[in-house]
């Protein structure tokens, strides 16, 4: 009886034995838990956004009469191109004129006059405040035909600067004062393209910069200009700053009010990176697991961005550094791992 147990005592013994054993081979109790890693990698880093930005002419006003009167020529075409100097429309001036004919009438009576009184003033037949008094006459009817001579030019209003005429709003006889618009003028010869950027991008953007711009309306068509001012203020709400290019436009394609988009880059140079998998998340802390010769280490890190598929790793490794990116729930610091494949980043 008793060498009957000690023979069953001894089979099942045996049995465990040959059950770990078969576990340890299948990677059950007591074997290392398999794992993957890749290496901590430099990369360059370049951020990218698209700025939005609206087209307006290099010059743009309304042309608008400075005086009331009839419209008496109309002396341009829809969409003509005037220069600087051309007349575009002419107002009624008769009573204008006759106004600057009798400003003049009177200046020529006043001077002579006050020439004659002059010419007795030594003979002291006319005292010294009468002859001042004439003299004064003189410059108030110099400055009435100044008047009427700037009344006379209002009726003739000019194109301020070389650009394309707009629409005509007004017709031969109709009555225009200072409120009404009588046609645009663009200069469109070149572009000023506005739009904003965030402030990050500030140490990017700087006078005379190229940029490349591109409009729905040319979708195959790239446009180059180059940036002519920076505002000196931020938005205090977007925290953008507003930026001004100057686009060439021979061919008159671009038009005033049209919706134009703007890539711009900034290079932040080589940072070191991680897949984004690795990193094991712990609070307000991020860890990682770092394979050293089989053993892994629970290592603290700093992160920076993320950006698709890796996170920055601002400090708590360095290149080359392996790390588990696969398995890290069966990996406690310290413990023994096998590693089944290495990947590189």
Same mark, same amino acid.
């Given at each position: ?25 299948? =990677? @059950? ?23 939005? @930005?609206?087209? !307006? ?8 009469? $400075? ?36 400003? &003049?009438? /009177? ?8 020439? !004659? ?45 070389? @650009? !394309? ?5 007004? /017709?031969? =006889? %109709? ?12 200069? +469109?010869? &070149? ?5 904003? +950027? ?16 591109? /409009? ?35 061919? %008159? ?14 290079? $932040?140079?080589?940072?070191?990176? +991680?897949?984004?998998?690795?990193? +094991? ?12 010769? %089989? ?8 992160? =920076? $961005?993320?950006?698709? @598929? ?7 490794? &360095?290149? %080359? ?19 089944? !494949?290495?990947?590189?980043?």
């Amino acid at each position: 009886m008793h060498i009957r147990l000690m023979i069953l005592v001894a089979i099942a013994l045996v049995a465990a034995c040959s059950e770990e054993t078969a576990q340890s081979a299948r =990677g @059950g109790w007591g074997a290392a838990p398999k794992i993957v890693t890749a290496a901590a990698a430099l990369r360059p880093m370049i951020d990218e956004i698209q700025a939005l @930005g609206t087209a !307006r002419a290099n010059e743009s006003i309304e042309i608008r009469p $400075r005086i009331a009167s009839l419209v008496d020529r109309v002396a341009f075409e829809e969409g003509q191109m005037v220069q600087k100097g051309d007349l575009l429309v002419e107002l009624e001036n008769s009573e204008i004129k006759a106004g600057l004919a009798l400003a &003049k009438a /009177s200046l020529s009576e006043s001077r002579s006059l006050y020439d !004659r009184s002059k010419s007795l003033a030594s003979s002291q037949a006319i005292s010294a405040s009468n002859l001042e008094t004439l003299l004064a006459k003189v410059l108030v009817d110099e400055a009435q035909v100044q008047a009427a001579q700037a009344r006379l030019a209002n009726t003739r209003i000019i194109a301020p600067f070389a @650009g !394309r005429v707009g629409l005509r709003r007004v /017709s031969p =006889g %109709g009555l225009v004062s200072s409120q009404d618009v009588i046609t645009t003028l663009d200069d +469109v010869r &070149k572009i000023k393209l506005d739009f904003s +950027v965030p402030e990050t991008f500030l140490t990017v953007v700087k006078e005379g910069m190229q940029i490349r711009a591109r /409009s729905v309306v040319f979708p195959d068509r790239v446009f180059e200009g180059t940036i002519t001012s920076i505002d000196t203020r931020l938005d205090p709400v977007s925290r953008a700053v507003q930026i001004r290019a100057l686009i060439p436009n021979d061919d %008159g394609g671009l038009k005033p009010g049209m919706f134009m988009t703007v890539d711009l880059q900034r290079d $932040r140079g080589e940072v070191l990176v +991680v897949l984004e998998q690795a990193i +094991v998340p712990e609070g307000t802390l991020q860890f990682v697991y770092v394979v050293n010769e %089989g053993v892994a280490e629970k290592r603290q890190v700093v992160i =920076g $961005r993320r950006i698709p @598929g890796f996170v920055v790793i601002r400090d708590g490794l &360095k290149p %080359g550094e392996r790390v588990i990116t696969e398995g890290t729930a069966k990996v406690r610091d310290g413990s023994q791992v096998e590693d089944l !494949r290495n990947a590189d980043i």
